[in-house]
């Protein structure tokens, strides 16, 4: 079993950064696929961006790209999403993902159907 613990939200003006990251127990973490999701009250759980299982492969979606990073360091079994530019339509709740089976080198999905394990999700609030 994978367990997924999400930091680093919190408070912050438009235009500020932030930095998330998801810290991972259990499985060998260099073997998953990870992705980075939000929720905003009223709305469906949204992708944000996903990373493949060497970091080799990255994905954003159109709304974050350019403004958003997702790195990993499997030595540290830790994912990260630098989060730059920051507008208040980013305000939700973060959560990471992790996939359970393997699906090729280059695997990165959006669909969040595809992720087996999350995280309880941090707050990121941007006031303009």
């Known amino acids: 079993q994978v367990q997924l613990v999400e930091s680093g939200g919190g408070l912050v003006q438009a235009g500020d950064s932030l930095r998330l990251s998801c810290a991972a127990s259990?499985?060998?973490?260099?073997?998953?696929?990870m992705g980075w999701f939000r929720q905003a009250p009223g709305k469906e759980r949204e992708f944000v961006s996903a990373?493949?299982?060497?970091?080799?492969?990255?994905v954003y979606a159109d709304s974050v790209k350019g403004r958003f990073t997702i790195s990993r360091d499997n030595a540290k079994n830790t994912v990260y999403l630098q989060m730059n530019s920051l507008k208040p339509e980013d305000t939700a709740v973060y959560y990471c993902?992790?996939?359970?089976?393997?699906?090729?080198?280059?695997?990165?999905?959006?669909?969040?159907?595809?992720?087996?394990?999350w995280g309880r999700g941090t707050q990121v609030t941007v006031s303009s």
């Open positions: 993902a992790a996939e359970l089976k393997y699906n090729g080198p280059y695997y990165a999905p959006s669909d969040p159907d595809e992720y087996d394990y």
């Open positions: 259990g499985r060998p973490f260099s073997s998953h696929a």
């Open positions: 990373i493949n299982w060497n970091g080799g492969t990255t």
